[in-house]
Nanobody
């Protein structure tokens, strides 16, 4: 059974940082492209970032480029999203999913809530 478990969300002030983690199991993590997607309140899913199976060639949505960094540790079956200089518009539920993107579809975990507010 494929499982994706996200963690690391929380409440942070504008300009702050958070690091999200996603542990994958039930599939060959090291052979799987991965992505982060998010959903703001009342909005649809938005692709945020994707990375290839071996942890190379990440790509980002324009809205987060230069502020977010996606990475992948295949020895730990873990996907990360380092989020710096956070803005209120980054608030939402963040999910990891299989696949690179830039679509936001695919099986997701339960998500982790990120709230950026002063």
């Amino acid at each position: 059974e494929v499982q994706l478990v996200e963690s690391g969300g929380g409440l942070v002030q504008p300009g702050g940082s958070l690091r999200l983690s996603c542990v994958g199991s039930g599939f060959t993590f090291s052979a799987t492209h991965m992505k982060w997607v998010r959903q703001a309140p009342g909005e649809g899913l938005e692709w945020v970032a994707g990375i290839f199976a071996r942890g190379l060639a990440p790509d980002y949505a324009d809205s987060v480029k230069g502020r977010f960094t996606i990475s992948k540790d295949n020895t730990k079956n873990t996907l990360y999203l380092q989020m710096d200089n956070l803005k209120p518009e980054d608030s939402g539920i963040y999910f990891c999913a299989r696949g690179f993107g830039p679509d936001a579809g695919g099986q997701r975990g339960q998500g982790t809530q990120v709230t950026v507010a002063s």
